[in-house]
Protein backbone atom coordinates (compact mmCIF):
# COMPACT_ATOMS: atom_id res chain seq x y z
CA UNK A 1 0.00 0.00 0.00
CA UNK A 2 0.79 3.45 -0.70
CA UNK A 3 1.69 6.38 1.60
CA UNK A 4 0.50 9.32 -0.32
CA UNK A 5 1.96 11.67 1.91
CA UNK A 6 5.25 10.34 3.17
CA UNK A 7 6.12 9.88 -1.12
CA UNK A 8 4.94 13.78 -1.73
CA UNK A 9 7.25 14.59 0.86
CA UNK A 10 10.12 12.76 -0.51
CA UNK A 11 9.53 14.26 -4.05
CA UNK A 12 10.00 18.04 -2.67
CA UNK A 13 12.39 17.42 -0.28
CA UNK A 14 15.12 20.21 0.52
CA UNK A 15 17.84 17.70 -0.70
CA UNK A 16 15.77 17.04 -4.11
CA UNK A 17 15.18 20.49 -4.50
CA UNK A 18 17.70 22.87 -6.07
CA UNK A 19 15.06 24.84 -8.25
CA UNK A 20 11.11 25.42 -7.72
CA UNK A 21 10.45 23.85 -10.79
CA UNK A 22 9.18 20.90 -8.90
CA UNK A 23 7.39 22.38 -6.69
CA UNK A 24 5.06 24.49 -9.06
CA UNK A 25 5.32 20.92 -11.22
CA UNK A 26 3.86 19.47 -8.65
CA UNK A 27 1.06 22.48 -7.54
CA UNK A 28 0.07 21.77 -11.60
CA UNK A 29 -0.77 18.00 -10.67
CA UNK A 30 -2.28 18.81 -7.24
CA UNK A 31 -4.98 21.93 -8.44
CA UNK A 32 -5.48 19.94 -12.26
CA UNK A 33 -5.85 16.22 -11.44
CA UNK A 34 -8.87 14.72 -11.42
CA UNK A 35 -10.26 10.87 -12.03
CA UNK A 36 -11.47 11.85 -15.79
CA UNK A 37 -8.01 14.45 -16.55
CA UNK A 38 -5.08 12.62 -16.10
CA UNK A 39 -3.13 12.84 -18.90
CA UNK A 40 -1.21 16.85 -19.87
CA UNK A 41 1.09 17.88 -21.70
CA UNK A 42 4.49 18.93 -21.04
CA UNK A 43 3.99 22.50 -22.69
CA UNK A 44 0.34 22.35 -20.82
CA UNK A 45 2.21 22.03 -17.65
CA UNK A 46 5.10 24.15 -17.85
CA UNK A 47 2.39 27.13 -19.22
CA UNK A 48 0.65 26.34 -15.86
CA UNK A 49 3.84 26.55 -13.68
CA UNK A 50 4.43 29.77 -15.17
CA UNK A 51 0.84 30.95 -14.35
CA UNK A 52 1.39 29.28 -10.84
CA UNK A 53 4.65 31.17 -10.36
CA UNK A 54 3.97 34.58 -11.46
CA UNK A 55 2.74 36.30 -8.44
CA UNK A 56 5.73 35.07 -6.45
CA UNK A 57 8.19 35.93 -8.98
CA UNK A 58 6.96 39.18 -9.89
CA UNK A 59 6.79 40.08 -6.01
CA UNK A 60 10.32 38.54 -5.63
CA UNK A 61 11.69 40.82 -8.48
CA UNK A 62 14.24 38.22 -8.98
CA UNK A 63 14.64 34.45 -9.75
CA UNK A 64 14.41 32.35 -7.31
CA UNK A 65 17.22 30.95 -7.33
CA UNK A 66 20.00 32.04 -9.87
CA UNK A 67 19.18 29.03 -12.33
CA UNK A 68 15.60 29.04 -11.78
CA UNK A 69 13.99 30.34 -15.25
CA UNK A 70 10.74 30.73 -13.92
CA UNK A 71 11.19 34.84 -13.43
CA UNK A 72 12.93 35.06 -16.73
CA UNK A 73 9.67 33.51 -18.60
CA UNK A 74 8.03 36.04 -16.41
CA UNK A 75 9.35 39.10 -17.59
CA UNK A 76 9.29 37.84 -21.41
CA UNK A 77 5.68 37.15 -21.03
CA UNK A 78 5.20 40.46 -19.87
CA UNK A 79 6.69 42.05 -22.32
CA UNK A 80 5.51 39.70 -25.21
CA UNK A 81 1.79 39.52 -24.72
CA UNK A 82 1.15 42.57 -22.31
CA UNK A 83 0.84 40.75 -18.96
CA UNK A 84 0.76 42.50 -15.96
CA UNK A 85 1.89 41.30 -12.48
CA UNK A 86 -1.20 42.17 -11.27
CA UNK A 87 -2.95 40.08 -14.42
CA UNK A 88 -5.09 37.42 -13.66
CA UNK A 89 -4.25 33.25 -13.46
CA UNK A 90 -6.24 32.41 -16.41
CA UNK A 91 -5.13 35.47 -18.09
CA UNK A 92 -1.89 34.41 -17.64
CA UNK A 93 -1.95 30.59 -18.09
CA UNK A 94 -4.07 31.41 -21.56
CA UNK A 95 -1.09 33.67 -22.99
CA UNK A 96 1.68 31.62 -22.34
CA UNK A 97 -0.39 28.70 -23.69
CA UNK A 98 -1.71 30.30 -27.00
CA UNK A 99 1.64 32.37 -27.58
CA UNK A 100 2.89 32.31 -31.10
CA UNK A 101 5.82 34.08 -30.08
CA UNK A 102 8.74 31.33 -30.66
CA UNK A 103 11.36 32.73 -28.26
CA UNK A 104 8.59 32.62 -25.33
CA UNK A 105 7.24 29.27 -26.84
CA UNK A 106 10.84 27.57 -26.60
CA UNK A 107 11.56 29.06 -22.70
CA UNK A 108 8.32 27.45 -21.83
CA UNK A 109 9.31 24.39 -23.00
CA UNK A 110 12.85 24.41 -21.70
CA UNK A 111 11.11 24.35 -18.14
CA UNK A 112 10.06 20.84 -18.93
CA UNK A 113 13.11 19.50 -19.71
CA UNK A 114 14.01 17.86 -16.93
CA UNK A 115 11.27 18.94 -14.06
CA UNK A 116 8.40 15.85 -15.00
CA UNK A 117 12.08 13.28 -14.66
CA UNK A 118 13.15 14.79 -11.75
CA UNK A 119 10.35 14.71 -9.52
CA UNK A 120 10.20 10.80 -9.59
CA UNK A 121 14.06 10.02 -9.65
CA UNK A 122 13.69 9.65 -6.04
CA UNK A 123 12.23 6.33 -7.02
CA UNK A 124 15.32 5.08 -8.42
CA UNK A 125 18.29 6.54 -7.31
CA UNK A 126 20.94 3.26 -7.67
CA UNK A 127 19.86 2.59 -11.57
CA UNK A 128 20.23 6.67 -12.34
CA UNK A 129 23.62 7.07 -10.34
CA UNK A 130 26.68 7.76 -12.51
CA UNK A 131 24.06 8.47 -15.54
CA UNK A 132 23.96 12.04 -17.89
CA UNK A 133 20.80 13.52 -17.61
CA UNK A 134 19.74 12.38 -21.04
CA UNK A 135 20.58 8.56 -20.24
CA UNK A 136 18.53 9.40 -16.42
CA UNK A 137 15.39 10.88 -18.78
CA UNK A 138 15.27 7.90 -20.45
CA UNK A 139 16.10 5.54 -17.39
CA UNK A 140 13.02 7.44 -15.60
CA UNK A 141 10.78 7.33 -18.61
CA UNK A 142 11.25 3.30 -18.79
CA UNK A 143 10.71 2.68 -15.45
CA UNK A 144 7.67 5.10 -14.76
CA UNK A 145 6.62 2.90 -17.35
CA UNK A 146 7.42 -0.48 -16.35
CA UNK A 147 4.56 -2.05 -13.63
CA UNK A 148 7.24 -4.03 -11.71
CA UNK A 149 8.86 -0.67 -11.26
CA UNK A 150 6.33 2.01 -10.82
CA UNK A 151 3.98 1.04 -8.41
CA UNK A 152 4.95 4.23 -6.15
CA UNK A 153 4.91 6.56 -8.81
CA UNK A 154 2.41 9.06 -9.77
CA UNK A 155 3.09 8.97 -13.47
CA UNK A 156 4.60 7.59 -15.90
CA UNK A 157 6.06 9.52 -18.98
CA UNK A 158 5.84 9.23 -22.34
CA UNK A 159 9.33 11.31 -23.71
CA UNK A 160 7.89 10.70 -27.82
CA UNK A 161 4.64 11.79 -27.31
CA UNK A 162 6.06 14.98 -24.61
CA UNK A 163 3.15 14.40 -22.01
CA UNK A 164 2.67 12.47 -19.00
CA UNK A 165 -0.19 10.57 -17.28
CA UNK A 166 -1.39 10.20 -13.36
CA UNK A 167 -1.75 6.80 -12.44
CA UNK A 168 -5.77 6.47 -11.10
CA UNK A 169 -4.75 5.97 -7.69
CA UNK A 170 -3.23 9.01 -7.28
CA UNK A 171 -5.46 10.91 -9.29
CA UNK A 172 -8.38 9.69 -6.69
CA UNK A 173 -6.25 10.65 -3.68
CA UNK A 174 -5.38 14.15 -5.41
CA UNK A 175 -9.10 14.91 -5.88
CA UNK A 176 -10.45 13.43 -1.83
CA UNK A 177 -7.43 15.06 0.02
CA UNK A 178 -6.81 18.23 -2.49
CA UNK A 179 -7.72 21.03 -0.75
CA UNK A 180 -5.24 20.13 2.10
CA UNK A 181 -2.72 18.93 -0.65
CA UNK A 182 -2.84 22.29 -1.74
CA UNK A 183 -2.48 24.23 1.12
CA UNK A 184 0.38 22.00 1.94
CA UNK A 185 2.35 22.47 -1.48
CA UNK A 186 1.65 26.49 -1.01
CA UNK A 187 3.88 26.09 2.09
CA UNK A 188 6.55 24.54 0.68
CA UNK A 189 6.56 26.70 -1.93
CA UNK A 190 6.11 29.97 0.52
CA UNK A 191 9.18 28.66 2.03
CA UNK A 192 11.20 28.23 -0.17
CA UNK A 193 10.49 31.15 -2.58
CA UNK A 194 11.02 33.50 0.60
CA UNK A 195 13.84 32.02 2.58
Given at each position: ?????????????????M?S????F???????V??????????????????????D???????????????????M???Q???????????????????????????????????????????????L??????????????????????IY??????????????????????????K???????????A?V?R
Amino acid sequence: MIDFDTELNTMVSGKNLMNSYKLYFLKVLLINVSNTSRTFSFYEMAAWMCAYSFSDVCSLGKRIRPLDKLYDVAVMAINQEGLMQSSKLEEIYDAINNSVDKELRRKVSALCNYVPYRLIAYLWQDQLKGKTDREKNLIIEKLSRNEDANIYSIYTIDEAMKHIEVFPNWAEYIVKNRKRLIAWIDDRIAAFVWR
